[in-house]
């Protein structure tokens, strides 16, 4: 069965563009999370999705969003990008809610 | 808000010694998750313990949780240069429904 699935791999972006990040959970999942995953910490929470709808937020700015389609793949977009958004953005997915979260390769995002 | 807090930051072991890593919320958790990240990896999932005082064991490696649903431990008996790599805890806030991860535990296990 394939897991969870990320793309793009690798992003490089200038300071106050945008970014769409894509992933597919794995098959019969219907929660979706995606968190910030800075080097040397551990991941920070940014959001979660069941069922197509926003079940928690973490503390990041508006310019952060993301959605759930009817397939239940997310996107998390990015507005405004800073230098401190440089970063690996995971997505996770899970049966139900925030329990045991398989985790995708990632995103690895640079922002100059 | 919620905090999870994991020590040590670091640990050195030689092969074979055992590793403990120590995990504290800030908030009572509806339950504890623990990942294993490789370098240039992805957090693996290991573990949910929910019931206080709950124990778990894994071959090699035994999971606890405690009374109080606040803290929780990772223990490897006899180390190997495979369990190289960071330990995250992560826990559900009875609270707020959030998973919140650790700092993690970093684990070099020298031949």
């Known amino acids: 069965d394939a897991g969870v699935t990320q793309s793009p791999t690798h992003l490089i972006k200038t300071r106050g563009q945008q970014v769409t990040l894509r992933c597919s959970p794995i098959?019969?999942?219907?929660?979706v999370s995606w968190y910030q995953q800075v080097l040397g910490q551990g991941p920070q929470f940014i959001f979660q999705?069941?069922?197509?709808?926003?079940?928690g937020r973490g503390n990041f700015p508006d310019r952060f969003s993301a959605r759930q389609f009817p397939n239940y793949s997310s996107e998390l977009n990015v507005n405004a990008l800073l230098l401190g958004d440089s970063a690996l953005y995971l997505c996770?997915?899970?049966?139900?809610?925030?329990?045991?979260?398989?985790f995708g390769p990632g995103t690895r995002l640079t922002v100059t | 808000g919620q905090q999870v807090m994991q020590i040590p930051q670091y640990q050195h072991v030689q092969e074979g010694e055992d590793f403990t890593t120590y995990c504290n919320s800030s908030?009572?958790?509806?339950?504890i998750q623990w990942y294993k990240q490789r370098p240039g990896g992805h957090p693996v999932f290991l573990i949910q313990?929910?019931?206080?005082?709950e124990v778990k064991k894994q071959k090699r490696l035994t999971f606890q949780f405690g009374e109080a649903k606040k803290n929780s431990s990772l223990h490897i008996t006899a180390t190997q240069t495979t369990d190289v790599g960071t330990y995250f805890c992560?826990?559900?806030?009875?609270?707020?429904?959030?998973?919140?991860f650790g700092q993690g535990t970093t684990l070099q296990v020298k031949p």
């Open positions: 313990l929910v019931k206080s005082g």
């Open positions: 098959s019969g999942h219907k929660s």
């Open positions: 996770a997915s899970s049966p139900t809610g925030p329990n045991e979260q398989y």
């Open positions: 999705y069941y069922e197509k709808e926003e079940r």
């Open positions: 908030t009572t958790l509806s339950n």
């Open positions: 992560a826990g559900v806030s009875s609270n707020t429904g959030k998973l919140i």
